[in-house]
């Protein structure tokens, strides 16, 4: 099993900066790509960033160049950099793991996930 733990989250200003944290446990074959997923209220669950483990990583178009996600050296804690946030960022964001490491940004092929931690970004 897997589990994983968000944290970081709060409320910013448009243009603001947020990192958050993700501390994973269990099998690390159950974690060969990782991401970064969020949802809005009333929002279907949207990709971020995800990141193979032993490297390679993927982000949203509506990211790039402002969200860098990050790994620490044991590999046991996911970051994710938050930089010039946008109101449109707000939500809740997750963490997920899958052992395939074909990482990708669609949900439904991710299965361990975080409790999420909430991200509101006011103008």
């Known amino acids: 099993q897997v589990q994983l733990v968000e944290s970081g989250g709060g409320s910013v200003q448009a243009g603001g900066s947020l990192r958050l944290s993700c501390a994973a446990s269990?099998?690390?074959?159950?974690?060969?790509?990782m991401g970064w997923f969020r949802q809005a209220p009333g929002k279907e669950r949207e990709g971020v960033a995800s990141?193979?483990?032993?490297?390679?990583?993927t982000y949203a178009d509506s990211v790039k160049g402002r969200f860098t996600i990050s790994q620490d050296g044991a590999k046991d804690i996911l970051y994710l950099q938050l930089n010039s946030l946008k109101p449109e960022d707000s939500g809740m964001y997750y963490c997920a793991a899958k052992p395939r490491p074909t990482c990708s940004l669609v949900p439904s092929e991710y299965n361990y996930w975080g409790q999420g931690t909430q991200v509101t970004v006011s103008s």
């Open positions: 990141m193979y483990m032993y490297g390679g990583n």
């Open positions: 269990g099998a690390a074959y159950n974690r060969n790509c």
